[in-house]
């Protein structure tokens, strides 16, 4: 069955020689030759304002040049955001991103009267993160809990409804061979054809 699938490449870094963009890519290939409709969205090409108020955040507009990105939000059934670890999180560019668009009205809703819950505006989504890093990824899970990750899918996935949220972590990306590189390709075009 075909499923409207986002990817997103949250590395800042524009160059096209990033494994983060090469994943990315694959992922998206595997989908659309399975069938399903693929957006994609590379936040290095993107030019967009830092949220510095709450006010800001609760009431602005959000800017012109994600308005389509926040659209293809609401679109997705499936959200794979691609990044590299850095300080044990994601980049500042892919934070700052989610915050524009995770925006209430688009994402989530604020109870009536300050009373209740929070209601979730993206049930229904799944998403996966596909993660490198410098350090092996089990040590990451391990010994750092995998915590910014963890952040990440329970602070700001889960709570704007997006479950279940899956995990790809790549460790060691600096020293990969050739052979680990286009394995690990591989995997993505098979997460993709499942949208996975």
């Known amino acids: 069955m075909s499923r409207r699938i986002l990817v997103v490449v949250g590395h800042p870094d524009p160059s096209p020689d990033r494994l983060c963009r090469g994943l990315a890519q694959a992922y998206a290939e595997g989908a659309k030759q399975a069938g399903h409709v693929v957006r994609q969205i590379d936040l290095a090409a993107l030019d967009f ?4 108020t709450m006010q800001e955040f609760e009431h ?5 040049s994600l308005k389509d990105a926040a659209g293809a939000i609401v679109w997705a059934e ?8 850095w300080l044990g999180t994601m980049p500042a560019l892919l934070k700052a991103f989610l915050e524009q668009v995770m925006r209430p009205g688009t994402a989530f809703a604020y109870p009536d009267k300050g009373r ?3 209601k979730t505006l993206l049930r ?3 998403a996966r993160l596909v993660v490198t890093m410098g350090m092996p990824s ?3 899970q391990l010994w750092f809990l995998g915590h910014g990750i ?4 329970r602070s700001i996935l889960h709570f704007v409804g997006i479950s279940p949220v899956r995990e790809t972590l790549f460790g060691m990306v600096a020293g990969a061979s050739d ?13 993709g054809a499942r949208a996975r």
């Not at 602005?60 to 012109?64: K, S």
């Not at 499936?78 to 670890?85: D, E, K, R």
């Not at 963890?150 to 899918?153: F, H, P, S």
């Open 49 to 52: 304002p830092m949220l510095r």
């Open 138 to 140: 089990l040590l990451y």
């Open 116 to 118: 209740g819950f929070t």
């Open 60 to 64: 602005g507009a959000i800017p012109d």
């Open 179 to 191: 052979a680990t590189r286009a394995k690990w390709l591989g995997q993505m075009r098979r997460l």
């Open 78 to 85: 499936h959200i794979v955001f691609v990044f590299p670890l």
């Open 124 to 126: 229904g989504r799944s």
């Open 150 to 153: 963890a952040g990440m899918r």
